[in-house]
């Protein structure tokens, strides 16, 4: 059982001969399960931007069961163009807050339509979280 718990074992050995006197006592201690979850929101501060303009991206990061912020969490932005493919990766981690802001920019010939922005979190303790949104540039 994954748990954090120490476990002690002895075992005899047995044969045609007869029993053992029981080994020298084992132990062992299974890692705890990261079963904390984290809850991800990601938003924008606009949901339309438009070409040559800039615009963040904040990631909040709460603490699945008390709903409080999560600090020191590792935060994994991608921005993805219109078309699907990948425009970009920005590594970040959280504050105090719980909070991870990224800047972003968008040329004068930028690709107009809708945009994804994903982001992946992680933090000892946790199981990864994940969240998404959609932005529009015209």
Known sequence: SANGQTYYSTVPAVNAVGVSPNSTEAYATPAASATNVLTVAVRTDSPTFSKGFLGYVVVTVTDGST?????????????????????????????????????????????SGTYKITATVSKTGYQIGT????????
Request: hydrophobic residues 35%; proline residues 4%.
């Open 67 to 111: 709903g409080n912020p999560v600090a020191g969490a590792v935060v994994t932005v991608k921005f993805y163009f219109p078309n699907g493919t990948a425009a970009g990766t920005v590594n970040r981690t959280t504050g105090a807050n719980g909070k991870a802001q990224v800047d972003f920019g968008f040329s004068t010939d930028a690709q």
């Open 131 to 138: 969240g998404q949104t959609t932005f529009t540039v015209s």
